[in-house]
């Protein structure tokens, strides 16, 4: 089956700015989930969604946002850009009921100027 | 809070040898996640154990789980090239509403020589 897709998967920004990602999940797979990952804090819950609902959210500010769409596919934004923001963003689908994984994305990279 | 602690970070092996890293984690979890980083790359799913003393084997390496230990283990047998990479443990988390949050630890950094 086809796996998780993300867009873009680059992206340069500058402060102050804003971003949205998208993903794509797993066909069938209604909960999606957001991780950064930076060298220094690692793989970092953000949030996840399912069924539309946000059910779970991370310890970031207000700045990280996301929505779910009725298809499943995600969307997260970042409002008011920082130098930290800078990242890998991952995006997981599953279903996990099933006892399966959380299958990622190929993640966007988002550098911060 | 759950805190995970992977051991070690870094690891150089020889082809042929085998090792294990480990994994803890500090509170309960409901099952427990591996997964591997490629340089620049996403994460790509090795394992997914389930329950107290769930083991699980793929070509040179194979994954445990103790629960009451709070303990997990990734073992290489006879690692090979392409195996160097970095492993990360996850147990979850999961809340009333039902929904998953993976928490990772930093990772092993795994490099294997000839």
């Known amino acids: 089956k086809a796996g998780v897709t993300q867009t873009p998967r680059y992206l340069i920004k500058t402060r102050g700015q804003q971003v949205t990602l998208s993903c794509s999940p797993i066909?069938?797979?209604?909960?999606v989930s957001w991780y950064q990952q930076t060298p220094g804090q690692g793989l970092q819950f953000l949030f996840e969604?399912?069924?539309?609902?946000?059910?779970n959210k991370g310890n970031f500010p207000g700045r990280f946002s996301g929505r779910q769409f009725s298809n499943s596919r995600s969307e997260m934004n970042v409002s008011t850009l920082e130098l930290g923001d800078s990242a890998l963003y991952l995006c997981?689908?599953?279903?996990?009921?099933?006892?399966?994984?959380?299958?990622f994305g190929p993640g966007t990279r988002l550098l911060v100027l | 809070e759950l805190k995970v602690e992977q051991n070690p970070l870094f690891l150089s092996m020889q082809e042929g040898k085998n090792y294990t890293i480990y994994c803890n984690y500090s509170?309960?979890?409901?099952?427990l996640y591996w997964y591997r980083q490629d340089p620049g790359k996403s994460l790509e799913s090795l394992f997914v154990?389930?329950?107290?003393?769930a083991v699980k084997q793929e070509g040179r390496l194979m994954a445990s789980l103790d629960t009451k230990a709070r303990l997990s283990t990734l073992h290489i047998t006879a690692a090979v090239h392409d195996l160097s990479a970095t492993y990360f443990c996850?147990?979850?988390?999961?809340?009333?509403?039902?929904?998953?949050?993976?928490?990772f630890g930093k990772g092993t950094k795994l490099t294997v020589n000839p």
């Open positions: 997981a689908s599953s279903h996990w009921t099933d006892q399966e994984t959380q299958y």
């Open positions: 066909s069938g797979h209604r909960s």
């Open positions: 969604y399912f069924s539309e609902t946000q059910r």
């Open positions: 509170t309960t979890s409901d099952r």
């Open positions: 154990l389930l329950s107290n003393g």
């Open positions: 996850a147990p979850n988390l999961i809340t009333q509403g039902g929904s998953e949050k993976l928490v």
